[in-house]
């Protein structure tokens, strides 16, 4: 209560906040002022200044990504609401609203830097905990660009076997969407695999942790869709008519449209569907020796219809944080769509992209965003891209962009290979992404203690120039970023590009190749397909 009565005081006399009640809050911008915040997904579209138009609405959308009730300026004001806001930018006007509770606007000092630290002390600060340090050290490897919905024993085997053989280092393992029997019931199909139990072990035995790919819903017309129902852990139907008889429920389960046709859902706002789920995962780690979860799904627009949860009165971005929050049971874990869970420890990926050289572009700004609105434990899409359709005709795979997307990966927190490089790429280039890899793996002691103080004081393990060098003029830099404190990385992502633009702030920086440069400048530099540029500051 004392702390909460300081930071009031510390606010209203300091930072010039106030609460606004009224639902709706109109910002003028500042001159030379800059904003982030709201949505990885369109992390590119940041920062917006005085020209830009721009309205969203994160009421049941987070654009298949993190999401986050939070803007940040370069001015150091912000914007915080523990409700969905829509937000406009308009010619110099910010227009923000919730459809209930609270919008909180102030100055938390002069820069980005002052918004963000203040944003994490007071709204979302971080428990001191981290996500599975193999995330973080050795890269990760998902099955779904090799195997898509034949998610087998035998083929994953050879999947893994083949990393070790090329000499790519174990890691994750990622089994994606299909092991199962069906949606809701989880256990390994025995069409598809024969020995479970025994496939995990030598995994484990080549040097991978396994993760399952699981999500919050259930196949209808199942037995375990039918026992959900009869103990009320499914959401219902909002539409209380009655056009057959519903022998379980008193409502009729809501059946949802999702990208793998239409299915009940968990009602995870009910604790004892909360303890089946966590039950049901517990057993695959008890039976199996599974390590961890791939929470898919979960977007906040499934929950957008007229449905009936335990809990009454949830926005549909409720219904995503309840099923964030359950991966806090499991150190080993992703998702690609959250609400509300900035400073907890849970890896956060972006979503998929295409595999174009517009979506390459995308990564860094994207990752970006994330790292802004205070999700530390970040990884980009799977290297060259997650549609799996890019990946169905080899001969249109473009190798370059598999080789640069490897190189953007290398030097963040996270890389996560699904497209197996031996498979479509030259031996030449695939050698260059072994090379990013093991890079990867060098780099990795740092990258676990910039997560753990990630952990302690909620800094980001990487950070866009505007937040790493604030008040220099770096707001519109979308092509290089800050790992640490030290280590500035500047990857190619144009295509045929052998030579780039680098920003260096003040200092004294080397570069990879060992070379002095004086900082406060812009500097032209050679980058070869082989080369992934980084400069560590003395």
């Not at 200044?49 to 987070?62: C, E, P, V, Y």
């Not at 199962?180 to 030598?202: A, V």
């Not at 390459?360 to 997650?386: E, N």
């Not at 570069?511 to 070869?528: A, N």
Request: hydrophobic share 40%; charged share 25%.
């Amino acid at each position: 209560m004392r702390k909460t009565l300081l930071v009031l005081l510390i606010v209203m006399s300091t930072f010039k906040a106030f609460t606004q009640h009224g639902e709706k809050v109109e910002i003028a911008m500042l001159k030379g002022e800059y904003w982030w915040g709201g949505l990885s997904a369109i992390g590119y579209n940041t920062p917006y200044d005085s020209t830009s138009i721009a309205t969203l609405d994160l009421w049941g959308d987070n654009k298949g990504n993190q999401a986050q009730p939070l803007l940040l300026s370069s001015k150091g004001r912000y914007v915080w609401s523990e409700y969905p806001i829509k937000y406009s930018f308009e010619k110099g006007k910010i227009t923000v609203t919730t459809r209930s509770g609270e919008i909180q606007f102030g100055s938390a000092g002069k820069n980005l830097l002052d918004a963000f630290n203040f944003a994490v002390s007071n709204f979302f600060p971080p428990n001191g905990k981290i996500p599975d340090e193999l995330l973080f050290t050795k890269p990760q490897y998902n099955t779904w660009i090799e195997l898509t919905y034949n998610q087998n024993e035998d083929d994953i085997l050879e999947y893994a076997q083949a990393i070790i053989d090329k000499g790519y280092p174990p890691g994750v393992l990622m089994i994606d969407d299909n092991w199962q029997e069906s949606y809701g019931t989880w256990e390994f199909s025995p069409r598809r695999f024969k020995d479970p139990k025994s496939m995990i072990k030598k995994l484990h035995n080549m040097g991978f942790k396994v993760m399952l790919w699981v999500c919050p819903f259930v196949s209808a017309d199942t037995e375990v869709f039918r026992h959900l129902a009869k103990e009320g852990m499914l959401l219902l139907d909002g539409d209380k008519t009655q056009e057959v008889l519903w022998a379980n429920t008193k409502n009729k389960a809501a059946i949802i449209r999702w990208w793998n046709g239409a299915s009940a859902c968990l009602d995870l706002s009910n604790p004892k569907t909360q303890d089946w789920f966590e039950d049901r995962l517990k057993y695959l780690m008890d039976e199996y020796g599974v390590d961890g979860f791939k929470f898919d799904a979960g977007d906040a627009d499934f929950y957008t219809n007229d449905i009936l949860s335990f809990v009454p009165g949830l926005s549909p971005n409720d219904h995503t944080t309840y099923f964030a929050k359950l991966g806090l049971q499991f150190p080993l874990n992703e998702y690609r769509a959250s609400w509300k869970m900035a400073g907890l420890p849970l890896a956060q990926r972006l979503r998929d992209k295409n595999h174009n050289w517009n979506d390459l572009q995308k990564l860094i700004p994207d990752l970006m965003s994330q790292s802004i609105m205070g999700y530390a434990y970040t990884c980009p899409d799977m290297i060259g891209g997650g549609e799996y359709q890019s990946f169905q005709n080899v001969t249109t795979i473009d190798e370059e962009l598999v080789v640069r997307s490897a190189q953007v990966h290398a030097l963040m927190p996270m890389m996560q290979f699904s497209v197996a490089p031996w498979r479509v790429l030259s031996e030449e280039n695939n050698r260059i992404c072994l090379e990013a890899a093991l890079l990867h793996v060098k780099m990795g002691p740092l990258i676990l203690n910039l997560a753990k103080k990630a952990s302690r004081t909620g800094e980001p393990i990487v950070k866009p120039m505007a937040l790493a060098y604030p008040n220099s003029g770096y707001e519109n830099i979308n092509d290089q970023f800050v790992l640490g404190d030290q280590i500035l990385v500047a990857p190619v992502v144009q295509k045929g590009r052998r030579n780039r633009k680098v920003i260096l702030p003040k200092g004294t920086w080397t570069d990879d190749k060992g070379k002095k440069y004086r900082g406060g400048r812009s500097v032209e530099i050679e980058v070869p397909m082989n080369r992934i540029p980084y400069f560590t500051k003395k």
